[in-house]
Structures are given as C-alpha cells and as structure tokens.
C-alpha cells in the first residue's frame, strides 16, 4: 500500500551518541539562522508524560499520520518496528480522543523503541511512569480511542509544528521535543558542539564569580564579552 513507506535506515551510531552528550535545546541552537521552521523545536505544547530530567531520547525517526484517535496505523508501526527509532505521531493536534496507552507503550518498549512522540493526546500516565519509558504528548485524555483508518507510515509529516521526514534525528528531554533534518546532522551537531562548549565555559565563570564573591576577593568579569561588545555599539 502507498500509504506505507519502507523503514528508514538507522542513523549511524556515532550521530546517536554525539546527540546523546547534546540536548533537544542544544540542538536547537546548532540549526539557528539554517532556515529550518522553528530551528526544529516542536511546539512547546508538546511536552514529556514522565517528568523525569533525566529520561533522554534520542533516536530515527519512525513517522505516523492518523486523526480523530485513530491507533490502528499505530499498532501497525509499533509491531514493524526494532530497535533505535523514535515513532514520531502526526495525530493533528486531535482534542476528542487519545491515541495510545500505556498497552501501546510497553509495545514499544519491548520491540525496541527510544520513545514516542505525538501530536495529541495520550492516556494511562501512571502506566507510562512504571515503564520508565519517554513519551511526548500535549497532555492526558483518558477516553478511549478508534481502530479503523490505516492511515500513513514512513511519510513526510509535520508535528508539534514541525517537518519530520522518515530518519531524521528526534531527540526528546525535559524542554520538550527536537527534529534534525537527516540531511543536515553533521553541521547541525559541530554547531551544537561548539555551542556546548560556550555553555560549559560560561558555567565555569559564573562558578569563579561566585566562589570570589563568598571569598569576599576581587570579582572576576561576570558578563560575557558580546553583551559588553553589544553595550558599547549602543554608546
């Protein structure tokens, strides 16, 4: 059927495990000024079930597209599935019906997904909690949903406000839900990197403030110098 893609190569190993030392923000940061829709953060609805701050995702992604609480095209995906995918679900922001439980979860979990990601609803939140497992929702709806539509997998998609292309890289945390263009990973990844870089060194000046002001000692330069540089513009 048309409407079924094949399943996407799975990103190479080292792109998993550089995103890893990454996060969703982070990532971000690496595809600003690169012309991708919102520099590839879903919208800020769509948020983790587990509030866990350290439950990372990150993964290929696996696409849906389904509407009205339909799950069918979502078991269909979930029981094609292996390990190292994301199922990222374009459910057009349905309001009427959740999508999946906690059935579905463990589903996913046990053939190997990283998580799930939907724009819409989800149900069973406790469930979701035992399995320690990452989801991403625009919250809890505890009807039940429909099994009718096969809808699509492995198609273009947008979610959360985002393009999601069959494996682009999805990575999932605490400030919500990031989508890479698989096209663009390595520069998207050495922008990412250098801006981790800049973090960690202004973390270790703001730790040398504070440790000269306790010590009641000369204070170091607390503001980065673009803010300094951008101040003297203004003169």
């Not at 893609?5 to 940061?29: H, V």
């Not at 019906?97 to 939907?118: H, N, Q, S, T």
């Not at 973090?199 to 306790?214: F, V, W």
């Amino acid at each position: 059927m048309d409407q079924f893609g094949t399943m996407p190569d799975l990103l190479p190993e080292d792109i998993i495990q550089r995103a890893k030392r990454l996060n969703p923000a982070l990532l971000c940061d690496g595809m600003k000024d690169m012309g991708i829709p919102m520099d590839g953060c879903m919208e800020a609805a769509i948020m983790p079930v587990n509030p866990d701050p350290n439950l990372y995702m990150v993964g290929t992604a696996l696409t849906v597209e389904t509407d009205h609480g339909d799950n069918f095209p979502i078991h269909v995906a979930t029981y094609s599935a292996s390990s190292g995918y994301v199922m990222v679900i374009d459910g057009k922001a349905c309001q009427e019906r959740p999508y999946f439980g906690d059935l579905i979860m463990g589903a996913a979990k046990a053939v190997g997904l990283e998580g799930m990601v939907v724009d819409g609803y989800c149900r069973d939140k406790a469930g979701c909690l035992e399995l320690n497992f990452p989801v991403f929702s625009r919250g809890q709806l505890q009807r039940g949903v429909l099994k009718k539509n096969p809808g699509k997998i492995n198609q273009p998609i947008t979610c959360g406000g985002v393009p999601v292309k069959p494996g682009d890289l999805v990575a999932g945390g605490a400030d919500g839900v990031t989508v890479v263009p698989r096209e663009i990973i390595y520069q998207v990844l050495e922008k990412a990197e250098e801006k981790l870089v800049y973090e960690q060194n202004r973390d270790a000046s703001i730790a040398a403030y504070m440790e000269a002001k306790a010590a009641g000692g000369p204070l170091p330069q607390l503001a980065p110098q673009w803010v300094l540089d951008l101040l003297e513009q203004q003169h």
